[in-house]
């Protein structure tokens, strides 16, 4: 788990802030992913950069803001959110274009709590 | 389209006993398919991946599991489970014909291992 890092692990914002979250990874991958993960709802894929550049974006509502200044850090911008966006996000990683199967691998998440 | 059934929401099996978790998918093209299992409070690690080839596919901690093309299944399985195996299980599937990155998650399978 330590090759793919979350920052911060926890955090409780009001429907006015302004905040971001991080995500590091440490394993030479180029391609980053934001995941939403709900109760009892699956995975929800919200954004993919492959070098860099943002390939899927899955109508997502706008008061996410993806940022992908290398291929090494990834940030969720977020602003005016509801409650229902209260949820775990996770970050992966992956290898795009090696060959590889593209396996993607976790952070530990931010638990995300929208007052 | 892409999509992926985990038909149980619970498996509870007693520790030392044979144990599986059921996955069904769909892709229009050939699947790479992908076990994770996420601890409370963390993030998804991977577990095991079927590229090609061999349809018995052997993971981590002595996971392994069966691909069967007919059926169009992925079942996770393990000879002996353990208690500490108790923790939600996802599948997902990747086309690899289309060239997307992204993954599509089963809604995940609680496993309980009961001493």
């Known amino acids: 788990e330590t090759g793919v890092t979350q920052t911060p692990r926890h955090l409780v914002m009001g429907m006015t802030n302004k905040k971001s979250l991080k995500c590091e990874q440490h394993l030479g991958h180029n391609a980053m992913y934001w995941y939403k993960q709900s109760a009892k709802k699956p995975l929800e894929l919200m954004f993919v950069?492959?070098?860099?550049?943002?390939?899927e974006n899955n109508s997502v509502p706008s008061r996410f803001s993806p940022e992908c200044p290398n291929s090494s850090h990834l940030f969720l911008h977020l602003h005016t959110l509801q409650p229902e966006d209260s949820a775990l996000y996770l970050c992966?990683?992956?290898?795009?274009?090696?060959?590889?199967?593209?396996?993607?691998?976790f952070g530990p998440g931010t638990r995300l709590t929208v007052l | 389209a892409q999509s992926v059934a985990q038909p149980e929401d619970q498996v509870n099996v007693a520790e030392g006993n044979p144990l599986t978790v059921k996955c069904t998918y769909s892709v229009s093209g050939n699947p790479y398919l992908f076990w994770y299992v996420q601890y409370p409070n963390r993030g998804l690690q991977f577990l095991l991946k079927?590229?090609?080839?061999?349809?018995l596919v052997k993971g981590s901690y002595g996971f392994e599991a069966e691909f069967n093309k007919s059926q169009t299944s992925f079942h996770l399985k393990k000879p002996s489970a353990l208690v500490s195996d108790s923790a939600l299980y996802f599948c997902?599937?990747?086309?690899?014909?289309?060239?997307?990155?992204?993954?599509?998650f089963g809604s995940g399978t609680r496993l309980q291992v009961q001493p």
């Open positions: 997902a599937v990747r086309d690899r014909d289309t060239g997307r990155r992204a993954l599509t």
């Open positions: 992966a990683s992956s290898a795009a274009g090696t060959g590889d199967t593209d396996t993607q691998y």
């Open positions: 079927y590229i090609t080839g061999d349809n």
């Open positions: 950069y492959s070098l860099e550049e943002r390939v």
